[in-house]
């Protein structure tokens, strides 16, 4: 958090100054360097949750042997 944005708040549509989120996955795919990132942006009045869904995009290469390739990323 600590970014900054303008625009349509993410959950109620309020447009203003935003404060912007992002929620992590393990999960390793071609839209984001390293770890799947989903970025929210929301206004003060909202509180944050985690989205319930997120769209990935991977290769196909990759999910036919997620774990030779090493889609997805241990947790500690």
Do not use: A
Not at 26 to 45: L, M, S
């Amino acid at each position: 958090m600590g970014d900054m944005s303008v625009g349509p708040c993410y959950y109620c549509g309020h447009i203003g100054p935003l404060n912007i989120t992002y929620y992590n996955y393990p999960i390793v795919c071609n839209c984001c360097d390293g770890n799947h990132k989903i970025r929210i942006e929301h206004c003060n009045n909202c509180k944050t949750e985690q989205p319930i869904q997120t769209k990935i995009w991977i290769s196909t290469e990759k999910l036919l042997d997620p774990v030779g390739e090493n889609l997805f990323v241990k947790i500690s």
